[in-house]
Antibody, heavy 118, light 108 residues
């Protein structure tokens, strides 16, 4: 059973950088799936941010692409999200999730609320 | 980008009644469509993938149907634990991976 756990600062200042890490247990980071980030602003729906494969290949949401970087740390069995130049609109619960080889999200972390505020 | 549109935004249903939720894709996604359930304060949970295959542990009262651009999630007899928000997601053409905006199933 794959388990995911997000961690990182819960408060980020406007124009700063949001950084989150997702610790993986119960699976190899080399597993045949994409490792992904999804966010959900308060009271709103789900938005896919981007993903990384164990080879290092990445895909990003075009609406965020210029500000997003997703990376893996295989030695620590975790993957990370960096989102630069944040504004209040980036306030959301951020989930890490795995994507099955077919393409649906099969395992989710518990989510981390990140608030952008001075 | 494939746009997913769910209807209705809110569905009011009495316990024990049937609920029918719709999801439409802006272009064909074949049967590469998943449904998720999200209860307040909880993580989304995979219900259905491949348009009609129930995920592990999902009760038989949940069923999915459709292909191409039109999909339906049916809950045959609503239980108290089924009141939640439901999202569809296509995985036929990506990036980006896209979700519908959600349908909230509330108690009538």
């Amino acid at each position: 059973q794959v388990q995911l756990q997000e961690s990182g600062p819960g408060l980020v200042k406007p124009s700063g950088t949001l950084s989150l890490t997702c610790a993986v247990s119960g699976a190899s980071i080399n597993r045949n799936n994409w490792w992904s980030w999804v966010r959900q602003p308060p009271g709103k729906g789900l938005e896919w941010i981007g993903e990384i494969y164990h080879t290092g290949s990445t895909n990003y949401n075009p609406s965020l692409k210029s500000r997003v970087t997703i990376s893996t740390d295989k030695s620590k069995i975790q993957f990370s999200l960096k989102l630069t130049s944040v504004t209040a609109a980036d306030t959301a619960v951020y989930y890490c999730a795995t994507i099955s080889p077919e393409g649906y999200f099969d395992y989710w972390g518990q989510g981390a609320l990140v608030t952008v505020s001075s | 980008e494939i746009v997913m549109t769910q209807s209705p935004a809110t569905l009011s249903v009495s316990p024990g009644e049937r609920a029918t939720l719709s999801c439409r894709a802006s272009q064909s996604v074949s049967r590469n469509l998943a449904w998720y359930q999200q209860k307040p304060g909880q993580t989304p949970r995979l219900l259905i993938y491949g348009a009609s295959t129930r995920a592990t542990g999902i009760p038989a009262r949940f069923s999915g149907s459709g292909s191409g651009t039109e999909f339906t999630l049916t809950i045959s007899s609503l239980q108290s634990e089924d009141f939640a928000v439901y999202y569809c997601q296509q995985y036929n053409n990506w990036p980006p991976r896209t979700f519908g905006q959600g349908t909230k199933v509330e108690i009538k």
